[in-house]
């Protein structure tokens, strides 16, 4: 699965601050958006993708032209095919899973060919690629090593391509981690498969994950008001109009989370929302918020508003 439960909970914090700071938010609207920034990460998964199919395209095409120069070299004559023939190339260019959800998804790179060859070019020109394109023979362990080097250092960190990318969808300036790391995995795991890349899903569990997404983002602004109303009984010491947004947010959402989802250990939402509080919010973020959870859960416990069930018995 390319994302998990905590990057889904960073996606709904990071929509529920933008809900937050604007002035008469629609929640149907900011819903939208929220599905709509989830879709957008599998798309550049697949945008990344198809981007190395082009990449072999473009090199069959060059070997072609070559060929039928006036005066071909020798060169031109017996080029190398380590890179067309790479079998992790070859594995995503044959895969029909992935051509269907090209299509599904409207990825395609054919209005940025442009783009795509200057990319491919400076690979092209690059000392890994010459070096690997300069072997006898095909090795698997060396063919992957090849593509997973190639991505990480001459795809991902590309300037031009990182520039298109953050202007193609707002979404995706968060994702480009996430995202590479996963590509690599799969990358590195074909090893096991003779090369043949294994196309992630989104989700592990789809409906279940979009559930869980949907409704902690929409229970938590339904609720607001209930919900701000316990964390200001449990910061009586505090200011609460003097407490970091972010704080707050992180608070209304492990309370939601608590109240709502009867399958999630209390502890396991309790430490998940420490943990962004660690990543996103002050450097004292954490121990407060552990602080004001922990008793906020204690009394929702005693008045019977936090009911767990099989793995996520409270006890």
């Known amino acids: 699965m390319i994302i998990n439960r905590r990057q889904l909970r960073i996606k709904v914090l990071q929509m529920l601050y933008s809900f937050e700071q604007t002035d008469d938010a629609m929640l149907g609207l900011f819903e939208k958006k929220l599905a709509k920034s989830i879709d957008e990460t599998y798309n550049l998964y697949l945008y990344y993708l198809l981007l190395l199919i082009e990449f072999k395209s473009l090199a069959e095409q060059k070997i072609a032209n070559s060929k039928n120069k006036l005066r071909p070299g020798k060169k031109d004559l017996n080029p190398s095919l380590l890179f067309i023939k790479n079998p992790v190339l070859v594995s995503l260019a044959e895969n029909q899973k992935l051509k269907k959800l090209f299509t599904k998804n409207s990825i395609s790179w054919s209005s940025e060919m442009g783009l795509v060859r200057t990319v491919f070019n400076k690979i092209r020109s ?116 003097r407490i970091a947004l972010m704080d707050i947010l992180l608070m209304r959402l492990a309370v939601t989370e608590v109240t709502t989802f009867s399958s999630i250990p209390v502890k396991v939402t309790l430490n998940e929302y420490i943990e962004l509080a660690k990543q996103y919010s002050t450097n004292k973020s954490n121990f407060f918020i552990n602080g004001i959870l922990d008793k906020s859960f204690s009394d929702l416990k005693e008045e019977g508003k936090i009911k767990k069930t099989g793995r996520g018995l409270i006890e």
Not at 153 to 170: A, G, H, R, T, W
Not at 175 to 183: C, E, G, K, Q
Not at 188 to 213: D, Q, Y
């Open 126 to 241: 690059s000392d890994l690629y010459n070096q690997y394109t300069d072997r006898d023979n095909s090795e698997l362990d060396a063919d992957v090593a090849f593509i997973v080097k190639m991505f990480k250092d001459l795809m991902v960190n590309d300037d031009v391509l990182l520039s298109y990318l953050e202007e193609k969808s707002i979404y995706w300036i968060e994702d480009i981690d996430l995202v590479a790391s996963m590509i690599v995995k799969s990358f590195k795991r074909s090893k096991e498969t003779k090369g043949n890349v294994a196309i992630i899903p989104l989700f592990k569990e789809e409906k279940e994950e979009k559930t869980f997404f949907k409704k902690l983002f929409h229970n938590s602004i339904v609720n607001r008001e209930e919900i701000d109303t316990i964390i200001r009984d449990h910061t009586k010491n505090w200011d609460i109009e």
